[in-house]
């Protein structure tokens, strides 16, 4: 991937990881659209470089979808990468709680069918452009869950194979997959031991982007790749009561 002169749709920018892609792609001389719900955060981001561009945006909204892909169609119809980053995650145990259904609804829309929706809005303005790249960031506990999380880690299983089943058929989009460990950021405040930073986390992605890997498993997810393969249950019983 050509790292210059791209206009690059982020999602969940206002934070911990898409805020360190953010920075990192502004200063590699990129044009970035950033998305989040945070306004007041999105307009002092925009204050600091005139190439960030804010757009608030719910994304686990439809219509909210809808006023996006309008804006880039009418206005950045040269956007050619987009980065599904935006996440949350809720720990709760189904035998505890009762009143869950609108946590699960939410990790579903926001990690899962947001992603998806984005990519088949965003596909026709993509196939247009050069350099053209989807990028979506899943997590390790997409390939060995916690117990804490069980729809969390459904959510990124689904993005995982999703992403590879895409890449399969896209001839002209690139599709990449970043594959995190534990990274300190208000995701995980509070919780878990060796998180990497953000900032570690976007130097690793850059340096496969630019040699077009696609699959881009960070920091300790190489290892939990290794130990998977070897004994996965192993694994399992490493990441059972994970941190992230
Ligand atoms: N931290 C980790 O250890 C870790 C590990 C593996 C994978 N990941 C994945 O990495 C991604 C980024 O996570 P992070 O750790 O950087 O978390 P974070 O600091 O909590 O940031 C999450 C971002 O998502 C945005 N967001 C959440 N809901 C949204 C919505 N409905 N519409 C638009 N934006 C929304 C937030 O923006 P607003 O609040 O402004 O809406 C924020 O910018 C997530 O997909 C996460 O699952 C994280």
Known sequence: MKLKGNKILITGATSGIGEALLNT?????????????????????????????????????SEELDR????????HPDTNILINNAGIQHNYYFEEEDAHLGKIEQEININFLAPIKLISLFLPTLQLNP??????????LGLVPKKQAPVYCGTKAGLHIFTKALRYQLNNVKVFEIIPPLVDTQM????????????????????????????????????????NRISPALAEYIMKNGGE
Do not use: M
Not at 131 to 140: R, T, Y
């Open 188 to 227: 995980t405040a509070g919780r878990g031991k060796g998180k990497i930073s953000p900032e570690k986390l976007v130097e690793e992605f850059i340096t496969s982007f630019k040699k077009d890997h696609y699959e881009i498993n960070i920091g300790k997810v190489k290892l939990l790749k290794i130990i």
């Open 131 to 140: 350099n053209a790249a989807i990028v979506n960031v899943s997590s390790g």
């Open 68 to 75: 996006l892909i309008l804006f880039i169609e009418q206005e």
């Open 25 to 61: 792609f502004i200063r590699l001389d990129n044009q970035v659209i950033a998305l989040g719900r945070n306004k007041e955060k999105l307009n002092q981001l925009a204050l600091k470089n005139n190439r960030i561009i804010p757009f608030p945006c719910d994304i686990s909204q």
